[in-house]
């Protein structure tokens, strides 16, 4: 009893010394499944992602839809392993895409949405994409400040765009595999943040500090015990940060000596990001990934996974663990396993519990969302579809599977980046490609 009191108190210091000394998040990948139902992933873990949300769920691959090894889970439908060599996902600012357009006049994304899933390709040809602005736009760009000020209607709607970051992010896996208790993947993500500075009398441009994070990981799990999953995973992390940049072209001598300094100077930083962040393998840090699952009854399973517990600081920054727990169901009735196969899951998280960052936002940690994947064609066409809720925004995904080599995602997710639910919501519109097996 006494061994067990100690064990607990070691437990509440070190899960307390996470909260403290904790200032940033460790590197994520990013998932439009998981993403575009809700987030809400930690249980349900039954495919190669699982490696990077819960590796407990490794334990699954093969095992469930197999009636050999898993009779009682012989409804759902099987998958023997996933090899991916090439994953490409970019994701896009809906907000202030949106209100870049409205300024210009163009479409709506809706509008384009819309005219595509009619087959209206003419409409693209007609429309002039930016016609409140094409005119105001000088011979001689030295002029451009008279040109605002005779447009200042349109200078004004311009000026909610001042400072504005447009972030875009962007994530590329060279290489995934998975299969029944082990992992593994090299991937790589990054987020830039470019805005435009309208100035006095001449506008600049310029961008926040740019992140990258390239990772390489893997994963066993093993089952103990009859319905008992666990997963431990090992990660090589380099993170990079390009500090932010102001660029003021002359345009009134683009041969100035100044212009030439500034492009030198953004040349020698992208430069140093790259060779840095892709070639340099210097000040690698190294992580544990821990995950749980226990399937209470053949439809219901919890789980929990404590990622990105680092060893020493990831670019000067200590990172908070991230740890979340959660529950799923998947209903015998809604599941097949044939030909016609079909998944149906339903689940629910709460996600970043030792993020003392979002202590005030309940809804911010809490994710729940369902998927459904269903065969359309035999052997040549899967089609999926997710929806739900993460951090109190909406989320979606619908997906393509072609012969199970090429998979196509679309979706929309958004995250909270006020100090309060609700606050400031930073939508994106993400796109995924998958090429594998």
Known sequence: MHKIKLLNRLIFILLCSF?????????????LRVHGMGGAFVAVADNKD????????????N???????????????????????????????????????????????????????????G??????????????????????????????????????????????GMQISVLEFAMHNFGFSVWANTSAAPYLDMGAPIPGFGYEPIQADVVAQTAFAFSPVDNWSVG??????????????????????????????????????WENFVSDSLTDFKNINFALDFGVLYQITREIRLGTSLRNVFFSKLADESITPNWSIGAMTSPMILQS???WGRKVNFA?????????????????????????????????????????????YYAWNTGFGISEVVTMRFGSYAEERGVRTGQKEQRFWTGELSVGF
């Open 337 to 339: 396993n044939s030909l």
């Open 50 to 61: 699982a490696l990077y949300y819960n590796p407990a769920g490794l334990n699954l691959i």
């Open 232 to 269: 431990v995973g090992l990660k090589a992390a380099k993170r990079y940060r390009q500090p932010y940049f102001e660029f003021w072209p002359d345009f009134s001598s683009l041969d100035s000596v100044a212009y030439r300094e500034q492009l030198d100077t953004l040349k020698e930083r």
């Open 63 to 121: 095992r469930l839809g197999n009636f050999e090894k898993n009779p009682d889970m012989g409804y759902m439908p099987r998958k023997r392993f996933e090899l991916r060599l090439l994953t490409v996902s970019a994701s896009f600012p809906a907000n202030a895409i949106t209100d870049v357009l409205r300024i210009c006049g163009a479409p709506t994304m809706g509008k384009i949405v819309k005219k595509t899933l009619l087959f209206d390709y």
């Open 19 to 31: 909260i403290l000394v904790g200032a940033a998040k460790g590197p994520e990948y990013r998932s």
């Open 348 to 392: 629910m998280d709460y996600v970043d519990i030792l993020d003392g960052t979002v202590g005030d936002m309940f809804f911010a940690h809490l994710n729940f969302g369902a998927e459904i994947e269903q065969v359309i064609v035999p052997f040549l066409l899967k089609v999926s579809l997710g929806g739900g809720f993460e951090g109190g």
């Open 123 to 168: 409409y693209f040809g007609d429309v002039d994409w930016c016609p409140a602005i094409v005119d105001i736009f000088p011979d001689d760009m030295s002029e451009m400040s008279d040109s605002l000020q005779a447009h200042q209607e349109l200078a004004n709607k311009l000026s909610s765009l001042d400072h504005l970051p447009i972030e875009i």
